[in-house]
């Protein structure tokens, strides 16, 4: 299973990686490295160094914001919402509607949504 981190810390970990096999990255990491892009892998990992571990095996992925999150669920139905054949048409409207509602009810502005 893949390892969920930031986004940061995702393109620190394949910068490193690129200039690096995974020994030396890892070694790099644990002996606090000599940039600020390992120092920051190992503070994200310091509590977790096994994740760390699995992710270099298993692979990393990025783990979305909330707002990617609502952007993406907003798209979704924004696709049901512009197809009226759709099943689900009047309730992707109302949904779509109700996160731009609330976003601006929350003073909280998202490019594409309500922005």
Not at 62 to 81: D, F, N
């Amino acid at each position: 299973m893949k390892v969920k981190v930031p986004r940061e810390i995702a393109k620190y970990i394949e910068d490193l990686l690129i200039g690096s096999n995974r020994k030396n990255f890892i070694l790099g990491v644990l002996a606090g490295g000599m940039s600020p892009k390992y120092a920051a892998v190992r503070k994200h990992f310091e509590d977790d160094l096994d994740s760390l571990l699995n992710g270099i095996v298993d692979g990393f992925e990025v783990e979305e914001t909330p707002e990617e999150r609502i952007l993406e669920s907003y798209h979704r139905k924004m696709a049901s919402a512009n197809n009226p054949c759709a099943s689900n048409w009047k309730n992707a409207v109302g949904f779509a509607d109700g996160i731009k509602f609330t976003l601006n009810e929350l003073g909280i502005k998202i490019e594409g949504v309500n922005s």
